[in-house]
């Protein structure tokens, strides 16, 4: 059974810093793209960041220089490092893992909340 737990969000004052993490299970992790995506109120949800099976990372122009994707092929686990935090970052963060073969799992998702 495909699981991915996401844990970290909460409530953080602008300027802050939160760390999020995803554990998986039930996949072969690293053959899979991982990635971080957000649903804030009322909109799509978007892609934040994704890291591919060699390291190459890419991020979305609103957060790029603030948050930073990790992941860590022995334990299974994808992390998003976020910094200088927004109001306007606030949503619901969700972990993803995708593959052409296997097709895309996600997490159920985690509140970050960004105010003061």
């Known amino acids: 059974q495909v699981q991915l737990a996401e844990s970290g969000g909460g409530l953080v004052q602008p300027g802050g810093s939160l760390t999020l993490s995803c554990e998986t299970s039930g996949i072969g992790f690293s053959r899979y793209v991982m990635g971080w995506y957000r649903q804030a109120p009322g909109k799509q949800r978007v892609l934040v960041a994704f890291?591919?099976?060699?390291?190459?990372?890419h991020y979305a122009d609103s957060v790029k220089g603030r948050f930073t994707i990790s992941r860590d092929n022995a334990r299974n686990t994808v992390a998003l490092q976020m910094t200088s935090l927004k109001p306007e970052d606030t949503a619901v963060y969700y972990c993803?893992?995708?593959?052409?073969?296997?097709?895309?799992?996600w997490g159920q998702g985690i509140q970050v909340t960004v105010s003061s």
């Open positions: 993803n893992a995708e593959s052409e073969i296997s097709g895309a799992y």
């Open positions: 890291i591919n099976r060699d390291g190459r990372v």
